[in-house]
C-alpha cells in the first residue's frame, strides 16, 4: 500500500476527485490488518476478565485483558495454553506477549497471546501458592502436629506493632471480655524490610518468658496483598510452627489467608477474633460455671444413690452372714453343753470309779480261782 501514512489515509491523486477515494468494506478492513500485522510483537499487562476457555470443542481461549481506561478482547491458541503453567482466571494481572489480529469477516480487534507469565499480584501469589504446598507436604500445615491452646488463657503474649491501632484493639478487647487475662506486649514490625526477622525474635522472646504464657497472638491490622507479604515468609512461617507455645494468628481481615494462618495453632480473620478467642466472656464463664455445678449436683447426687444402695446391700449380706455364723456358734455350744462332762462334772469320776470297781471284781475273781487250783493239785 504505497503512500499509506499514520493517519489512516492515502494521499490523494493529482487531478483525482474526491469520490474516487471511496474505499469498500473490505478494503478497508485489508488496510486495517495490514496496518497491524506490521506491528511488532507486543508485550501488554493487563488485568483478566471474562475467562471463558480452554473452549470444549476447539481448545482456545477467550477473554478481555483491561486496565483502569481500557480493555481489549484477547485470544489464546491451544497450543499455546496447553504449555500454561497455571490456570488463567479472572482478576489475575498477567503479562501476555503476542500481535495485534483483526477478524476480516467482522472487523474485530483481538490480540492474540502466544506466551504469557504472572505479573505484580499474580507473581506473589503463584509464589506463595508454592510455599504453602511445599510446607504442606512436609507436614507443618497438619492438625495432628498443632498444639493445643487452653479454653481459658490466663496469660497471654502478643507479638505485633506497638505504635499501631491492633495493639489498642486487642487491649480493649480483652478487658471488654475477661479483665482478669494477663496480656504481655512484644513489639516488631509488621510491615517492610526486616519484619520477618523482628517478628521471629519477637515471637522467641515472647515464648521464652517466665512463667510462659498459655498462647501467643500473632496479629496485624489489614492491608493489601504486598502489605501482608512479611506473614508469607517461610522463616517466619517456620518459627511459628516451630514455637513452643501455642500461636493463634489474627492477620488482616476474613479473606486473608497467609502462609502463617495455615501453619499457625488457630487462625482467626481479625486480631480482635484472635483476642475473643483466647478470652472468653465472663458471662459465659458464669454459664459454664453455673451449667459444671449442675452437672457436679447430678453426678455426685447419683453417685450417692448408688453408693446408698451398696451400702444397704452389703448390710444385708452382712447381716445373713452374721446370722448364719452366730447360728453356728449358738449350735457347736449347745452341743458342747450336752456333753455329760459339763452337765455334771463328778461324771468322769464316777465313771473312772465304776471301771476300778469292775476290775477289782476280776481281779479277785481271777485270785479266788488260782488258789483254787492249786489246792487241788
Not at 483502569?68 to 478482547?73: G, K, L, Q, S
Not at 480483652?174 to 504481655?184: A, C, G, S, Y
Not at 496483598?225 to 515468609?233: G, H, I, P, R, V
Amino acid at each position: 500500500m504505497p503512500g499509506w501514512n499514520l493517519t489512516g489515509t492515502a494521499p490523494r491523486a493529482q487531478g483525482a476527485s474526491e469520490g474516487d477515494e471511496a474505499l469498500s468494506v473490505s478494503q478497508a478492513v485489508e488496510m486495517a490488518a495490514s496496518a497491524l500485522d506490521a506491528l511488532p510483537l507486543l508485550t501488554v499487562i493487563g488485568e483478566v476478565t471474562g475467562f471463558r476457555g480452554p473452549n470444549a470443542r476447539s481448545g482456545h481461549c477467550y477473554f478481555q485483558i483491561k486496565d483502569d481506561a481500557c480493555a481489549v478482547d484477547c485470544i489464546i491458541w491451544r497450543g499455546s495454553y496447553a504449555k500454561r503453567s497455571f490456570e488463567l482466571r479472572d482478576g489475575m494481572q498477567v503479562q501476555f506477549t503476542g500481535n495485534f489480529n483483526l477478524y476480516k469477516a467482522t472487523g474485530r480487534m483481538s490480540f492474540v497471546a502466544k506466551s504469557f507469565t504472572l505479573a505484580g499480584e499474580g507473581l506473589l501469589r503463584q509464589q506463595v501458592a508454592a510455599l504453602a504446598e511445599k510446607l504442606r507436604l512436609e507436614g507443618l500445615c497438619d492438625d495432628a502436629r498443632k498444639l493445643r491452646i487452653p479454653v481459658f488463657c490466663t496469660r497471654v503474649a502478643v507479638v505485633t506493632s506497638l505504635s499501631g491501632a491492633v495493639i489498642d484493639d486487642v487491649k480493649r478487647t480483652l478487658r471488654r471480655r475477661n479483665p482478669l487475662v494477663e496480656l504481655i506486649c512484644v513489639g516488631a514490625k509488621v510491615q517492610g524490610d526486616g519484619a520477618p526477622a523482628e517478628l521471629i525474635e519477637g515471637l522467641a522472646r515472647a515464648a521464652a518468658i517466665d512463667p510462659a504464657p498459655d498462647c501467643i497472638l500473632l496479629v496485624r491490622g489489614g492491608g493489601s496483598f504486598e502489605d501482608l507479604m512479611t506473614f508469607n515468609d517461610e522463616a517466619l512461617a517456620r518459627a511459628v510452627a516451630s514455637c513452643p507455645v501455642p500461636v493463634v494468628t489474627g492477620i488482616g481481615h476474613e479473606p486473608d489467608t497467609s502462609i502463617c494462618d495455615m501453619v499457625s495453632d488457630r487462625r482467626c480473620s481479625t486480631p480482635t477474633a484472635a483476642a475473643e478467642s483466647v478470652a472468653p466472656a465472663m458471662s459465659d464463664l458464669v454459664d459454664v460455671l453455673d451449667a459444671r455445678e449442675r452437672r457436679m449436683v447430678t453426678a455426685l447426687t447419683g453417685t450417692v444413690r448408688a453408693a446408698s444402695s451398696d451400702v444397704a446391700a452389703l448390710r444385708e449380706r452382712a447381716d445373713r452372714a452374721f446370722g448364719g455364723y452366730m447360728s453356728r456358734l449358738a449350735m457347736a455350744l449347745d452341743a458342747a453343753a450336752a456333753r455329760p462332762c459339763l452337765r455334771d462334772p463328778a461324771w468322769m469320776v464316777d465313771r473312772r470309779l465304776a471301771d476300778l470297781e469292775q476290775s477289782a471284781d476280776r481281779l479277785g475273781g481271777a485270785a479266788a480261782r488260782g488258789g483254787v487250783e492249786r489246792g487241788g493239785a
